[in-house]
T-cell receptor
Framework: EAQVTQNPRYLITVTGKKLTVTCSQN?????MSWYRQDPGLGLRQIYY???????DKGDVPEGYKVSRKEKRNFPLILESPSPNQTSLYFC?????????????FGPGTRLTVL | SQQGEEDPQALSIQEGENATMNCSYK?????LQWYRQNSGRGLVHLIL?????REKHSGRLRVTLDTSKKSSSLLITASRAADTASYFC?????????????FGGGTRLMVKP
């Protein structure tokens, strides 16, 4: 089954404790991205990747890191999480190219930083 | 920054009625996409309209795009209770080395049985 998976689905952590949210897709998509969703703000893009070893900042990259060493995986790293990073995070992927991209979304990761 | 805003923010209708949601944006786009989200879940792609298209249909969905007004609308005809969800428009724009999909704040649709 074609899908985007995220782990963990739920996470409660404390300020400053490094964490990684994994994202994996099995559709051989070039393009992958991370979004955060907050009430009243819709989805905002954190980082995206056009292909292996090619990443770029989205609208809200501060406090996040990503890597794209393999085509299927695009982990989101919070080196020193803070309470303002409490949010619902979504990973998405698409075929790629410069247009006509339907994004496939993962189920989301609900992160709480205390 | 959010590229555009959905209007209305919330919409409540009776089953069988039509639902219209609007989306405005600020800069040039490559294409515009509509997504649906059931509470707390991932988004599901509904329909994509390219910047050189004016109207597109998919089942009970009809999307229009007016690039001169920088706006789009999503019409759901003969709504059902199962259509209850949040609907987002997303604009695909060129950005640095690739492209970005920028979402609006969404319209929360409730369809009452």
């Amino acid at each position: 089954e074609a899908q985007v998976t995220q782990n963990p689905r739920y996470l409660i952590t404390v300020t400053g404790k490094k964490l990684t949210v994994t994202c994996s897709q099995n559709m051989n998509h070039e393009y992958m991205s991370w979004y955060r969703q907050d009430p009243g703000l819709g989805l905002r893009q954190i980082y995206y990747s056009m292909n292996v070893e090619v990443t770029d900042k989205g609208d809200v990259p501060e406090g996040y890191k990503v890597s794209r060493k393999e085509k299927r995986n695009f982990p989101l790293i919070l080196e020193s999480p803070s309470p303002n990073q409490t949010s619902l995070y979504f990973c998405a992927s698409s075929i790629g190219g410069v247009s006509y991209n339907e994004q496939f979304f993962g189920p989301g990761t609900r992160l709480t930083v205390l | 920054s959010q590229q555009g805003e959905e209007d209305p923010q919330a919409l409540s209708i009776q089953e069988g009625e039509n639902a219209t949601m609007n989306c405005s944006y600020k800069t040039s786009i490559n294409n515009l996409q509509w997504y649906r989200q059931n509470s707390g879940r991932g988004l599901v792609h509904l329909i994509l309209i390219r910047s050189n298209e004016r109207e597109k249909h998919s089942g009970r969905l009809r999307v229009t795009l007016d690039t001169s007004k920088k706006s789009s609308s999503l019409l759901i005809t003969a709504s059902r209770a199962a259509d209850t969800a949040s609907y987002f428009c997303a604009k695909l724009t060129y950005h640095n080395a690739g492209n970005m999909l920028t979402f609006g704040g969404g319209t929360r649709l409730m369809v009452k049985p």
